[in-house]
């Protein structure tokens, strides 16, 4: 039995809860094209309120609300495991052409301001939440409160952070060479 080091189990930990927090942008996707279905058979929901108001002369003002807080689970939950199977867009025509030793110190410093950045975002918006929560905001249409979906993108970033802090110690180690 092969004996996994530390930084392995972390990376292990990191790609399960991707993988669970991908399956919750799953259901937000299915949400959205059930939504979108159901507007385009001129049904009562909307999420393009056009068909139901220019053609049935009825609309559903929430339609907008519900798609815009579908749309940040869809993407939130989503971001980190893109990251862990490198889905975001990346350049590196010329970071190829060094040697491996390089690429890892260029990883690693991307790593690093990625961290960084998504450890403001997780701030921002864990403190976005708090001040949602305590002035007891909601949607106007639907009355659906907005701070769970402030801590839920708090808590998609603080996990984009720790698959973020994972590649950086991947990186480390690929420049050490341990």
């Known amino acids: 039995m092969k004996a996994y080091s530390r930084l392995d189990r972390f990376e292990k930990l990191a790609n399960s809860a991707s993988g669970v927090f991908y399956w919750v942008a799953c259901g937000g996707i299915v949400a ?4 979108t279905f159901v507007d ?3 049904y009562k929901l ?3 309120d056009w068909i139901g108001q220019n053609l049935f002369r009825w609309t559903w003002a929430g339609g907008y609300e ?5 749309g940040l689970v869809t993407i939130s939950f989503a971001i980190a495991l893109t990251q862990v199977l490198q889905g975001h867009v990346a350049v590196d025509f010329f970071v190829k052409r060094f040697t ?3 690429q890892a110190v260029i990883a690693g410093i991307v790593s690093l301001f990625g961290l960084v ?3 403001l975002a997780t701030w921002q918006m864990y403190d976005y939440g708090l001040i ?3 002035t007891g905001r909601i949607t106007p249409m639907e009355k659906i409160p907005l701070a769970p979906f402030a801590y839920a993108a708090a ?6 952070c720790f698959v973020l802090l994972v590649a950086l110690l991947r990186s480390v180690k690929g420049v050490v060479g341990k």
């Open 100 to 102: 491996k030793r390089a």
């Open 40 to 42: 385009l058979t001129a």
């Open 117 to 119: 950045l998504f450890a």
């Open 66 to 70: 519900i798609t815009g807080l579908l």
């Open 46 to 48: 909307s999420s393009v």
């Open 155 to 160: 808590a998609c970033a603080l996990l984009m």
């Open 32 to 35: 959205l094209l059930l939504l």
């Open 132 to 134: 949602l929560q305590a």
